[in-house]
C-alpha cells in the first residue's frame, strides 16, 4: 500500500512557491543534516492511477483509466475519485476508474485517504 503523504528529501536550498500566490499554502518541510531537508507531501502512487506489475515497474495511468488486472500485479490504485465536475479542486483527479478482472477470486480494496473503508470483489 502507498502512504496518502510521505517523506522526500530535498536540497536546503529549494524554494517552494504557494500557488496560486497569496494562497494560504505552505509546505510542511522539517530541517535536516548535510544540506537536505525533508518535505512531507502527497504521495503521487496515491493521488495518481497506477499499477506496479509484477516486475516491479510502475504503469502510470491517465485520470478516468481503465485497467485490466492480469493477476500478477503488486499494487493498483485508482488515484483520487471525485465527483464530476471536482476536478478543478483536485487537478488530475477522475471522476471513474474501471477495473477488469481476469481471474476468479477474491480482490481486497481499501480507501487509501480513509483506510478503514474496506471491501471486496468476488470474481467467480
Ligand atoms: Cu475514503
Redesign the pocket.
Known amino acids: 500500500m502507498a502512504q496518502f503523504v510521505g517523506p522526500f528529501g530535498v536540497s536546503s536550498s529549494t524554494q517552494f512557491m504557494p500557488l496560486p500566490p497569496g494562497s494560504n499554502n505552505q509546505p510542511l518541510i522539517m530541517p535536516g543534516k548535510n544540506g537536505m531537508n525533508t518535505l512531507i507531501s502527497l504521495n503521487a502512487r496515491a493521488y495518481n492511477p497506477v499499477a506496479i506489475v509484477s516486475a516491479g515497474n510502475a504503469k502510470t495511468m491517465n485520470p478516468n483509466a481503465n485497467y485490466t488486472l492480469s493477476g500478477t500485479e503488486k499494487y493498483v490504485n485508482s488515484g483520487f475519485i471525485l465527483p464530476k465536475g471536482h476536478d478543478k479542486d483536485f487537478p488530475g483527479s477522475s471522476d471513474t476508474f474501471t477495473v477488469t478482472f481476469q481471474k476468479a477470486g477474491t480482490y481486497h480494496y481499501l480507501?487509501i485517504?480513509?483506510p478503514w473503508?474496506v471491501g471486496k470483489v468476488i470474481v467467480k
Do not use: E, F, K
Request: hydrophobic content about 50%; proline content about 0%.
Open positions: 480507501c485517504v480513509h473503508m
